[in-house]
């Protein structure tokens, strides 16, 4: 990655502090003037899009041991962006790096993309925020897609360092307007070249006619049915304009208490058993207006247990799960173990890996989703009762469960189009606030929950183990989970649908102006070109189940204990063990007690519980049939492609599934070719053919962490902070020795 733009030097040990000072500044220094017009690189800006300030001569330090290492350029924020443009174009944006996003670069930062900001006075690291009255040395910017940015400003002019530094800090950290957001600057620069993926047919749920295929597609039509009665967000401004409740249910039961207090229906299985999410009722303190909803509520449970909807099980989410605060403690736990600085940081962190994993758990949190998730589906699937998933507001963990329960039961939801569309259903049109829960207004920093990170882990653990079952692959996760910060797309910057349209003038009393359209994330032709696209979809992906049952096992691969914790148990009771943890009973006040007639014992549900998973795991696996996920200590792992793919000295070159990929293309490239010389016996011209990306070619030369690191850096030797380096041998011969590469083909 380093050519000619890099300046330094720097071994593997740490380097002792250099003595001699140069007061010479580099622009001082005599080049050729050809050459410096060559090395001039162009600031692309998107439509709508401002530069606002910007310092020349910055040292952007690659991440190294000591920081000897870096390219000099440019450092500019404009109101879309952070990004630096380095003199050696070349030493920047090579051809290693292929798979391109076409809206942000390598160097780019979006700004909602900022976590937190630190400078270096000193030699010591402190948070920049407000007015500053001593500018830095050093800037470091921490992004929440867990890159690390490092900046030296000593070269740079006084004035361009104190105009880059406020205004980097400025328009990252300061609170902002909904209206203020370049979403609506790009939809009013862009509105005539905004181009619709032809191939996406994403449901949307934004019509009565899309509630009505769902319900027709999942045979939820004789007992639900889709109302519009909030047409025009005339009843309640949280719930969509079109929605599904039980068929007795009276309209004017869901004008009453603005949506609150009523079933909607999220999914039906096969079985005619339903899953349903409700919101609670404020509770009042006087016991005189406390029996209007209790009455209310009664009506209401007395509608869902009248044939044909037989037993209802509630679930509340509140007070017997997930705390929001949990996981947002956990999160900022977790993501601390990857934003490295330097290589020293990262091995000195190395040697207590696994207690700073199980301390931040995070990894325990995505089990209690999935085994929560298993429960339902066990009292769906084997019970055939009905769900209730009861939450204050049902749009942060009643998506999250609801949404994790149809991945597991539905194999549409595990196609692209479909678990595109579940999105959309579950979560845009389900009232999740992603504005306030990603914080992109920057106004509550208590409000910011990675909800939606945490499902879409939940996601990658299933698709991790059951990657036939997947339409999608785990890139096109990664890439799905950073589009939550790219403010070109509507699709993750609205906390309600109510709130998109009035702000898109779609609602507005005024005629002449023309509603803005704005692009959805669901349109990968915006960020990826073609080619980079298929990597988005999985090659092995199993279409439909030709082969008898029991003729196909699931694929269990070997576990990567230090990506998982070992065999630890939840924070449950030891003599209870990992399946019969203490549970309160179900909503112990939610203005009635009716419910809790509703609720079998906890003993008995962890025993059916139990039953079913292991009748599940202990048969073949149908990749389109129910799909549980493995929820054992070391079964849970860390979503390596992710959290680790920015970190040099965490890639294996050659190594990882990626050459397990590889040799399967190459199969498949080869099943192809032998496809296409039989249909030349039919056809006189040939159909084309989907290749293989060209980039997994040569799986020797490929990183681990592929497709975001492709070849590895040039990164220094690790500096251990204990004997065990000297144990593996003599330094020089480790270091000429060449990475070693199995040949899939002689397994």
Known sequence: MLGKGVVGGGGGTK???????????????HTNEKEVTEKEVTLHLLPGEQLLCEASTVLKYVQEDSCQHGIYGRLVCTDFKIAFLGDDESALDNDETQFKNKVVGENDITLHCVDQIYGVFDEKKKTLFGQLKKYPEKLIIHCKDLRVFQFCLRYTKEEEVKRIVSGIIHHTQAPKLLKRLFLFSYATAAQNNTVTDPKNHTIMFDTLKDWCWELERTKGNMKYKAVSVNEGYKVCERLPAYFVVPTPLPEENVQRFQGHGIPIWCWSCHNGSALLKMSALPKEQDDGILQIPKSFLDGVYKTIHRPPYEIVKTEDLSSNFLSLQEIQTAYSKFKQLFLIDNSTEFWDTDIKWFSLLESSSWLDII??????????????EAQNMNVLLLEENASDLCCLISSLVQLMMDPHCRTRIGFQSLIQKEWVMGGHCFLDRCNHLRQNDKEEVPVFLLFLDCVWQLVHQHPPAF????????VLSDSLYIPIFSTFFFNSPHQKDTNMGREGQDTQSKPLNLLTVWDWSVQFEPKAQTLLKNPLYVEKPKLDKGQRKGMRFKHQRQLSLPLTQSKSSPKRGFFREETDHLIKNLLGKRISKLINSSDELQDNFREFYDSWHSKPTDYHGLLLPHIEGPEIKVWAQRYLRWIPEAQILGGSRVATMSKLLEMIEEVQSLQEKIDERHYSQQAPQAEAPCLLRNSARLSSLFPFALLQRHSSKPVLPTSGWKALG????????????VDLGDV
């Open 367 to 380: 089990r209690r989703c999935l085994k929560k998730a298993i429960e339902i589906t066990e009292c769906m």
């Open 471 to 478: 339409e999608f692959t785990e890139t096109y996760l990664t």
């Open 15 to 29: 380097a002792p502090k250099p003595s001699f000072v140069s007061y010479v500044r580099p622009e001082e220094i």
């Open 730 to 741: 003599d330094e020089d011969d480790l270091a000429k020795r060449e990475d070693e590469f």
